[in-house]
């Protein structure tokens, strides 16, 4: 098999590792916020807030050495995405506050809102947190 093929199947792998994890961390986000939205009755905000933040931990632990095989330093690509949540985390919930004024249902707009996040921490976990510490742990 070419370098290129092989390194192709690796990217199809990668990203197939990091929707499953990203998967698993979305039951997290699902089942955290409906259980804090539904049952302890807090708000929108406040659920969403700390459902992202258990589905976030859990995301970046799994993806870091199993998806892409970091020996990075764990505090300093945790700085990085943390620093990637201080930009989603509120233009998340800015559109889920306008989304819900609407009357779209809380569970669709965390839906879609789910998707976004995994496109988008996808690519800058790709190319920015472990865009030269791929493949580096044993």
């Known amino acids: 098999m070419s370098e290129q093929k092989m390194t192709k199947k690796q990217n199809i792998i990668q990203i197939i590792k990091f929707a499953l994890f990203s998967a698993s961390a979305g039951i997290i986000q699902i089942a955290s916020f409906t259980l804090l939205f539904e049952v302890a009755n807090l708000n929108n905000t406040v659920s969403y807030i700390i459902s992202l933040s258990l589905s976030v931990l859990w995301n970046f632990t799994f993806n870091r050495k199993f998806t892409f095989k970091s020996a990075a330093n764990v505090p300093v690509a945790m700085l990085k ?30 839906a879609g809102t789910m998707l976004v996040n995994l496109v988008t921490e996808y690519l800058y976990c790709r190319f920015v947190v472990y865009r030269n510490s791929m493949n580096t742990a044993e």
């Open 81 to 110: 995405v943390a620093l990637f949540y201080c930009v989603f985390a509120p233009l998340s919930t800015w559109w889920t506050h306008e989304l819900t004024d609407m009357g779209i249902n809380e569970y669709l707009i965390e």
